[in-house]
């Protein structure tokens, strides 16, 4: 048994890079590399190798974890035991079973809770009160798992609020709660098409809440920007980045118009994207997203500091038929969401696209 390490290359010839393309143009019979770049639907060109000198920041602070622009995520360090948040969707229309897979699925891997509300329960649970949120959340410590809203009804304020009660009638120390209520009134005009009472009288309120919000959970996050539904209505990936990008701005200037500081309202963002089998891409925007935020925080005089980001498994990309190869399409996101450095990973059930996910789908979405 030796200790010395094994040199994959001490028995080759040292290759430039000059070799190489030379090497490559005998392959394709006198053609360069354009026959073998491809280009993305932006026109953004996909190179067949990249180098480490090809980057600018490859020996700088910004090809750093944990350094701005943070392209390779927030943390210096990240948590041994659990990379990132791994969140799972909950949509069950009745309270009761939602709270059943909740604590079953909390029990077996997942580390966070994603409830989504949809008060007609076709896409998610029907929470018309405080007794049926308590109902869904019933045993849920939010000290040790983090609830989330995913509103896909027409408002978001008033889940969060419910969520606040919900709290207040436990009495548990705010300072110890982790909750992401997602407040997001532009993406309820996404959604349905109008926001009830009208944009400014919406983020009026909004930033209220938000500021009593940010006051009594610091370690919750309580807006966000989704861009999702631009990836599911078969948008780019420039076009999703732009859009999260004006949904973030956009939402910050109308929460200062109502009154609540900007460097507040950008501390309690989550930006959530779409990951979807091509992992390389998957990886170049979330990385994106992360240098474009950092930009639009220093053009608004805002300190240095990580996006939280979420990634979710995309749901254009899932078929009805044969749906096991799901399966592989969804680890493929996955990959893109935990190398790309998103704080979050939701991996959607594999026979989602079937109707309501059974318990299998469920477990290989958790263990993914």
């Known amino acids: ?62 090809g750093m974890p944990g350094q701005s622009p943070f392209l390779r995520g927030g943390k210096t360090e990240p948590d041994p035991y659990l990379q990132w948040d791994i969140r799972q969707g909950f949509n069950h229309p009745s309270p009761e079973v939602t709270n059943r897979e909740i604590l079953r699925d909390l029990e077996r891997g997942v580390s966070s809770v994603e409830l989504g509300v949809d008060c007609s329960g076709k896409t998610g649970c029907v929470l018309t009160d405080l007794d049926a949120l308590t109902t869904a959340l019933k045993g849920v410590r939010g000290d040790l798992a983090t609830i989330a809203l995913d509103h896909r009804g027409a408002g978001s304020g008033a889940s969060a609020a419910a969520l606040l009660a919900l709290w207040g009638e436990n009495q548990a120390d705010p300072s110890t709660q982790k909750f992401a209520f ?12 109008k926001v009830g009472g009208g944009l400014d009288a919406s983020f009026a309120k909004a930033a209220a809440l938000v ?4 006051l009594r959970f610091p370690l919750s996050t309580t807006l966000r920007a989704d861009a999702r539904r631009v990836h599911e209505a078969g948008g780019s990936e420039a076009q999703e980045l732009g859009v999260l990008m004006a949904h973030g701005v956009d939402t910050l200037r109308r929460l200062e118009a109502a009154g609540l500081a900007t460097a507040q309202a950008a501390s309690g963002l989550l930006f959530t994207l779409s990951v979807d089998g091509n992992y390389g891409l998957g990886i170049a925007k979330l990385r994106a997203a992360r240098r474009l935020w950092a930009r639009i925080r220093e053009a608004l005089g805002l300190p240095a500091a990580p996006m939280r980001l979420q990634a979710v498994t995309s749901s254009r990309m899932l078929t009805k038929y044969d749906p096991w190869v799901n399966m592989l399409r969804g680890t493929a996101a996955c990959f893109a969401g935990a190398v790309g450095g998103a704080d979050v990973i939701t991996v959607e059930p594999f026979n989602v696209a079937l109707g309501r996910p059974e318990e299998l789908g469920r477990r290989f979405a958790r263990n993914t």
């Open 1 to 62: 048994m030796t200790d010395t390490l094994l040199s994959l290359s001490g028995d080759f010839d040292p290759a430039s890079e000059a070799d190489w393309l030379d090497a490559v143009s005998k392959a394709l019979k006198g053609g360069g590399l354009e026959r073998i770049t491809r280009r993305t639907r932006d026109d953004i060109a996909v190179r067949p190798l990249y180098r480490e000198p090809d980057h600018a920041s490859a020996d700088g602070a910004a």
């Open 182 to 193: 997602n407040i997001d009134v532009l993406g309820t005009l996404i959604r349905t098409g």
């Open 211 to 214: 500021a009593a919000l940010n």
